[in-house]
Structure formats: C-alpha cells, structure tokens
C-alpha cells in the first residue's frame, strides 16, 4: 500500500501536466489537428450586387501561417414588374384570360399573344385591350374573324386583321349590330382593305362617306380628320355606329341596309348575305 501511494504521488502531477498540454493544443485557433482556420467574412453593395469577401489564415506545408482573402459577387435579382403582378412573363400581360381559341388562331399564323402585346403598345388605343376582358364567347368571335379575313385577303396583314377583328366584335357589341352583319357589310364594301377609297369618297373598312358623315364623327370624337377614317379600328366604328342609327331609324336590317348603300340593291343584300353565310361556314370549319 506504501508503494501505491508513493507511485500517486509521482503520476498524478505528470497527469495533470499531461491533460494541460493537450487542452492547449485542442483549443487554440492556429494550433493542432482539431484547430478550426479564423474566418472572417465582410460584405458590401455595389451595383453589380453584394460582394462577399472572406479572410481566413492557414498553413503550408512548412508549418508557417499564411492569411488568404477570397471575394464573391452574389448578383441582385431583378423582379420583372409583370411577375411582381402574377402575370406570365414569357407570354405577355395578355396570357392570362385569353381563351384558347385566340392562342390557336395566333398559332395558326405563326403568332403568339406577345403580338397582341406589340400591337397594343403601337396603338394605345386599341380594342385588342380589352381581348381578355371579353367573355370566352366574343373571343372565339374575334379568332373567327381574324382568320376570316386573312383567308379572304391575304394582303391584310396579321396585325390589322385582329385589329379590325376585335374593333367589329367590340363596337358591335357597344352600338347593338350583330357581330356578322357588320362583318359581311365589312367584306361586302372593301374586302377588310382599311385603305380603301371610292370615285364617290366612301373611306376606309366600311366605306364610309365622310363628307356627309364628317359633323357627327367628329362630334363622337370617332373621326376629327379625313385621314381617321383609314385607321382600321375608326373606321370600323364609324361604319357600325351608322348601322345602328338606321336600324334604330328604320326599324328593320333589309330597310338599314338600304340606307347604308345609298338606295335599293338587290344585289347589295344579297352579298351581305352570302358574305354572313360565309363567316359562318369558316367557323364551323375552324371550331371557333
């Protein structure tokens, strides 16, 4: 038992001196297998975005300490402001409540409803902003007739097509004409040509004559100028607003139509006749 406790008394300070050493050398910051690198890490905002820069100290081979510094840019994220909004932004602020009937039409012209975003930012004024508004019906009508008028005369451009498309939709709707009464007259009278122009001075889509029209085109804000008559979307309201009046005025479509052209011609209504016929024969073959 003497030489037990003579033996503690000799290993119990090697011990302890034993268990400081290695405490050292696990806890210091530069030291040992188990040290961690310091790190230190600053950021800082330039346009480009947030640049992160990180100074950390290690070793080489030889033991020396060394201090490294690295920088990252971490890129700002731009929010589109129609993603901000919930809009699709590869397909325009149009996408949503198109119906697809629209998107098919575009497609079969080798469109899409980012089109119909250009023509409006061209032309603010447009009916084709009210497109998605439209209940699902009315648009199947303007699909319709778009691809109508592009099949009756090709040199009509994409963009005026569903421009007058959506104008005789629109303003036959506002001034209570049947959508393919206005649409026959429109073919009847120019072929959808928006620069059409008679020997008698008939104007545009609808081959209205301004110099006896002009005072209350103007007055309805319409048509100031002979020139307003060729824009494809004035002239179709011009034309619809007309109807309307003389089939208010005289109470029957045969009678309005009459009036339109100026006189009895048999031969009038029958084009428009066949000419509705027509529209209706292309909607039945397209679905729309």
């Known amino acids: 038992m003497r030489k037990i406790w003579k033996m503690r008394k000799i290993f119990i300070p090697q011990a302890a001196a034993l268990l400081f050493v290695l405490t050292t050398v696990v806890l210091s910051p530069n030291m040992g297998v188990c040290s961690v690198p310091a790190k230190k890490t600053l950021s800082n905002t330039s346009a480009e975005g947030t640049i992160i820069t990180t100074t950390y100290e290690t070793k080489k081979d030889d033991g020396q300490l060394v ?122 009278e120019s072929l959808f040509n928006p620069s059409a122009k008679s020997h008698k001075g008939a104007l545009g889509v609808m081959q209205v004559m301004w110099k006896i029209h002009h005072g209350m085109l103007s007055a309805k804000g319409i048509a100031t100028t002979k020139d307003h008559m060729f824009d494809p979307e004035r002239g179709v309201e011009a034309g619809v607003l007309l109807l309307s009046r003389y089939i208010s005025a005289y109470g029957t479509v045969q009678k309005a139509l009459n009036r339109y052209y100026g006189g009895i011609s048999v031969s009038y209504l029958k084009k428009v006749n066949n000419n509705m016929a027509m529209l209706k024969r292309h909607s039945e073959k397209t679905g729309f």
Do not use: C
């Open 67 to 188: 201090v490294k510094t690295t920088s990252s840019v971490k890129k700002k994220e731009i929010a589109h402001p129609r993603a901000a909004s919930g809009e699709d932004t590869n397909t325009g602020r149009f996408l949503n409540g198109l119906d697809v009937s629209v998107v098919n039409a575009l497609g079969r012209m080798d469109l899409a409803p980012e089109h119909i975003d250009k023509w409006i930012d061209n032309h603010p004024d447009s009916t084709l902003k009210e497109l998605n508004k439209m209940p699902a019906s009315k648009q199947r009508k303007v699909a319709n007739i778009a691809t109508f008028i592009r099949s009756i005369n090709k040199r009509i451009s994409p963009q005026i097509a569903w421009r007058e498309a959506s104008a005789l939709v629109f303003y036959s709707a506002k001034y209570n004409v049947p959508t393919d009464l206005s649409v026959g007259i429109a073919k009847t």
